[in-house]
């Protein structure tokens, strides 16, 4: 049902409440799936079977739209958004069969701040709070199961510190796996924005020091954990327990990988995951369908929502728009040279979103931070400014356009943009090679909002395209990386500490050389520094460390100063949260 505007705009979660709601047995019967099909979670929300691949795997597939963007400021510039407002024009304006594939948000970010990831203003997928919240405890199975696997590491080496083999084999323990402790990469993992929890010792008990305890170890966010990346890349149940064996925590002593399957655990991992395969449906608020599945991070993962959804998806759907994280340098990147090498689906068309305020950004606009009010350089008319900050947004049209997919710019326009800083922002994407760019303002009208947009998308999809990897596999680990820094950031160097040097040899020794990349850096600039803005280049890419992710299928450098978990803010967004007691719901959440 069409949602009633409101002028001024209400608040995001009193929009999600005075929604009404179509029952998740009949948005999922829109898409011609029946009640066994599905797992129902209450009205709203319900997993979709795994053998819905194999039901429809007769029919066409859909057309598949990537929604990427511009490197952002620290607001964010409405990609998840603009994903929503898409699939709400093309469907409740164009007529269209379409669904769209997001991640679901770690409650990290949602807890400060950048809030909760449903969209915004009358484009998101709703119920809002159990999107932004637990949703069906996808991200709590993936913590368990993480941490069953880091308490099986320490236990082994624990155990191994003070049994001989022949005690060891009498407990059913056919080998000694003899870790090197100064090799494992495996963190536990929370779902929450602890700097604290960085660096930590553990077996600081006095029973248990050896020669393996204490020892230096940390926590990473829980979507920064291998196992969401391999929850997002795995195709089905087998190759979600191929996967997960596979997995790599660390070395014995003799420089060999060690792996879930070594440690005995890949079965239980596997069993914790069974039913976080399982891609969750929900609603738009104009009641289109939305799979929300996996939640990686771009900056620190692959930053893609689940290849499952996708492929189930594209067969439901005459079109379907999905989203990578970040910026067309991080988020977009991975998705073309990881995602859509293991999922076998190549985009029609690339959606760039761009903002007229982060084009002033990065032409030398005054810093902007969350919380704060922006300067009038942001809310009045700058033609100056906004054509020294373009440049950005032609650095990301040659990415997107370096892998022969058609690009349309989205410009989010936001109240105070004007027509002449609308028109110049157009005007400079066609001339960077843009099929096309169109205003939306589906945050104030919703799908009514994005007509423009979704009429030069669909205009997009049917442009022929010659879409090619940036890479191929058999080269170095090096070589991949440094093409990456050169081709996509412009990097004109990459430099290696002496640690990521030996990683790397002792990887590339252990065969897994030929995976891809998935660099983990800053989102705020397309370089390593957040604070290189615009378009920089002939920078030196700095690369502090090396995991591989062999299970998820890639090679995971960190570069710069890159943290695999978050801070709170001085004022985290939980501060303005709470629920109301007369009804029960939640207010505050953003």
Not at 192 to 217: H, K, M, W
Not at 326 to 355: H, Q, W
Not at 421 to 443: C, I, K, N, S
Request: glycine residues 10%.
């Amino acid at each position: 049902m069409p949602v009633k505007k409101v002028t001024p705009v209400p608040s995001d979660i009193e929009i999600a409440h005075a929604a009404e709601l179509i029952p998740i047995r009949d948005m999922a019967g829109m898409i011609d799936l029946v009640e066994d099909d599905l797992d129902l979670y209450g009205k709203y929300k319900a997993k979709v079977h795994l053998d819905v691949i194999e039901k429809f795997a007769g029919r066409p597939q859909g057309k598949y739209i990537d929604v990427t963007a511009i490197t952002p400021t620290p607001l964010g510039e409405g990609k998840t958004t603009t994903t929503v407002g898409l699939t709400q024009a093309m469907g409740s304006e164009l007529g269209k069969n379409v669904i769209c594939c997001i991640r679901q948000p770690s409650m990290g970010p949602t807890f400060n701040i950048k809030g909760g990831a449903a969209g915004g203003g009358y484009s998101q997928v709703i119920p809002m709070e159990d999107f932004n919240l637990h949703l069906t405890g996808d991200i709590h199975a993936i913590t368990v199961a993480h941490n069953l696997v880091a308490a099986a590491l320490d236990t082994r080496m624990y155990h191994e510190s003070r049994q001989s083999d022949e005690a060891l084999k009498r407990r059913g323990l056919d080998r000694r796996l003899d870790i090197d402790p100064e090799s494992i990469t495996w963190n536990r993992v929370v779902d929450v924005c602890d700097r604290t929890l960085r660096e930590i010792s553990v077996g600081l008990n006095d029973a248990e020091r050896s020669e393996y305890f204490p020892r230096q170890t940390g926590y990473d966010i829980t979507v920064a954990s291998e196992l969401m990346a391999i929850l997002a890349l795995a195709t089905g149940l087998k190759d979600l327990r191929e996967r997960v064996g596979k997995a790599v925590v660390g070395l014995d002593t003799s420089g060999n990988p060690v792996n879930l399957e070594d440690l005995g655990v890949a079965g239980a991992v596997t069993i914790l995951l069974r039913d976080a395969l399982m891609p969750n449906l929900m609603q738009t608020l104009e009641g289109q369908p939305a799979f929300v599945h996996a939640g990686p991070f771009a900056n620190i993962a692959h930053g893609n929502s689940s290849i499952i959804a996708d492929q189930i998806a594209v067969k439901l759907a005459d079109y379907v728009v999905t989203e990578s994280g970040f910026g067309a340098d991080i988020g977009m990147e991975k998705f073309f040279n990881i995602k859509c090498r293991y999922s076998g689906l190549i985009p029609d068309t690339v959606v760039l979103v761009a903002t007229i305020r982060a084009l002033k950004m990065h032409g030398g606009g005054p810093t902007v931070k969350p919380g704060a009010p922006l300067d009038k350089a942001y809310t009045e008319e700058n033609l100056e400014l906004l054509e020294e900050g373009l440049v950005n947004l032609g650095v990301h049209i040659r990415n997107a356009k370096k892998f022969g997919i058609p690009v349309v710019v989205a410009v989010n326009r936001f109240t105070e943009d004007t027509d002449a800083e609308v028109a110049m922002v157009r005007e400079y994407a066609l001339q960077a090679g843009a099929f096309d760019a169109a205003p939306t303002e589906h945050w104030t009208y919703g799908g009514e909002g994005a007509v423009e947009l979704a009429e030069a998308v669909v205009g997009a999809c049917e442009q022929p395209s010659d879409f090619e990897f940036l890479y191929p596999l058999d080269w170095s680990i090096k070589e991949k990386i440094e093409h990456i820094a050169k081709e996509i950031y412009s990097a004109a160097d990459v430099t290696y500490t002496d640690k990521a040097e030996q990683q790397i040899a002792n990887y590339e020794k252990s065969g897994f050389g030929n995976l891809p990349i998935c660099m983990a850096k800053t989102h705020l600039s397309v370089s390593h520094d957040p604070d290189l803005k615009g378009a920089p280049s002939g920078f030196t890419l700095p690369v502090r460390e090396v995991r591989a992710s062999v299970g998820a299928g890639f090679i995971y450098p960190l570069i710069g100063t890159m943290s695999t978990m978050p801070g709170l803010a001085t004022r985290p967004a939980f501060m303005e949260m709470d629920l109301d007691l007369e009804t029960g719901k939640v207010i505050g959440l953003s």
